[in-house]
């Protein structure tokens, strides 16, 4: 009796699985991270009586924008697609005689019918279709429990100091490898999985990697409080610092992070405007007009001294006095002091074929000499390019002994200071 059993259940079997089945995902709600597939049966529908998971060759999956589908045989990932439109599978082992050739599907059904037989009428085989949400998931809100490292770089005031700050905010995340997040994260499940069962993982390991973020930013002189208009900047740096957990073990990527606010202690704050004040005293032209002001202050307050304005102005001199500098001596070092000149950075190619920045080849040791507008350095009086003449100027004048360039190039002195040699027709660029 067990074996017709067996060979009837393995003959119906066979035959309700011979129809093609489709499968349709609906849209998944933004809770939902991956759904198993099913097919889709209707009131008409003659394919009711088909196994679980058993999808039958040349049966069609369709695939929405914003999602991925993925077949997995025998728990094996079989096929993939993430590009919108219809999929037919044709590699499945479970033939059709509606699909592929009646002969070839007469065929495949009787080595299905023997293999089923063996196993007593079951199948023996388990197929399933996934579908994946590939949307952007959003509103995860996050906030630091404590305060965390910020470092504060200014190449302005030379200012480099580790402060504490608090911030909150809402970040982003996708699913940026499928396959990955599957055998990682999802693994064969039965039912949807939703992002309540990863969010507070993630929460964790996001608060984590937000200090080595931060210092990413810092580095690159952002200040704490520009946090916010720099969200993009921000998801390229939690995604550097969380690659290794959340890129290459769970196929998660950062889509966006928005800070609503960054505040630092009133102590951090009160310190860092006192070293940007002080800063703008390294101008002496500043620092004399903060003297001149705080010189008017104390005459206002001389003036007002209780035991009488001389009393106030006598006190005023001799602090005056102590203190070495007035504000005329700063303004006469300040109308002093040039400011120097940047160095010229844009570079020119020598004849030698070496782009140099300096005055001389860093290769053969020629001096820098007239550019053509062909965008050729020249020595000579025509270019070794295009041999346009050197155009009609006034003589520009360095020493051809050592290089040396006067402040005026046009009007030099009788001898170079460096090396005693008269200037003439030969100093002539």
């Excluded at 009796?1 to 011979?18: E, F, R, T, Y």
């Excluded at 998931?137 to 608090?166: E, H, M, Q, W």
Aim: with cysteine.
């Amino acid at each position: 009796m067990g074996l017709i059993k067996a060979a009837l259940g393995a003959a119906s079997s066979v035959l309700a699985d011979q129809w093609r089945e489709y499968f349709y995902c609906e849209s998944m709600p933004e809770n939902v991270l991956a759904t198993k597939g099913t097919k889709r049966v209707s009131s008409r529908s003659s394919n009711t009586k088909g196994s679980d998971n058993i999808i039958t060759n040349g049966s069609v999956i369709a695939v929405n924008e914003g999602q991925c589908m993925m077949i997995v045989d025998q728990g094996r990932i079989a096929e993939f697609s993430a590009e919108p439109g219809e999929f037919t599978w044709n590699a499945s082992t479970e033939a059709s005689i509606f699909y592929g050739g009646l002969g070839q599907g007469i065929l495949g059904t009787w080595e299905n019918l023997k293999r089923r037989f063996t196993f007593g009428g079951d199948t023996g085989k388990d197929q399933r279709v996934y579908f994946f949400n590939l949307k952007e998931i959003v509103g995860n809100k996050f906030g630091t429990p404590s305060p965390v490292p910020f470092r504060v770089v200014d190449a302005n005031i030379g200012l480099d100091v580790d402060i504490s700050i608090r911030c909150n905010g809402e970040y982003s995340y996708k699913i940026v490898d499928p396959m990955l997040f599957y055998k990682n994260v999802c693994g064969n499940i039965t039912e949807n999985y939703t992002r309540d069962r990863l969010d507070s993982q993630l929460k964790s390991e996001f608060i984590t990697a937000l200090q080595p973020a931060l210092a990413q930013i810092s580095q690159a002189g952002i200040r704490y409080s520009a946090l916010p208009g720099h969200a993009s900047e921000m998801a390229e740096a939690m995604n550097a610092v969380l690659t290794a957990k959340w890129g290459t073990l769970r196929g998660i990527g950062v889509v966006s992070v928005g800070i609503n606010s960054a505040t630092a202690s009133a102590e951090d704050e009160a310190m860092i405007k006192e070293l940007q004040k002080s800063a703008v005293f390294r101008n002496t032209n500043m620092a004399a007009a903060h003297m001149v002001q705080a010189q008017a202050e104390a005459m206002k307050a001389a003036a007002a001294n209780e035991n009488g304005a001389m009393m106030g102005f006598m006190g005023l001199n001799m602090a005056q006095q102590a203190g070495g500098l007035n504000a005329n001596a700063l303004f006469q070092m300040g109308a002093a002091e040039k400011p120097t000149a940047p160095a010229d950075q844009s570079g020119w190619r020598c004849a030698c074929g070496a782009m140099n920045t300096g005055k001389f080849c860093t290769e053969c040791g020629s001096p820098r000499g007239w550019m053509c507008s062909c965008g050729q350095v020249n020595q000579g009086k025509f270019c070794a390019n295009c041999g346009a003449k050197k155009p009609a100027s006034e003589p520009l004048y360095r020493c051809d002994k050592c290089g040396w360039e006067p402040e005026d190039p046009r009007h030099p002195p009788k001898f170079c200071p460096e090396c005693g040699d008269p200037f003439g027709e030969e100093d002539i660029q």
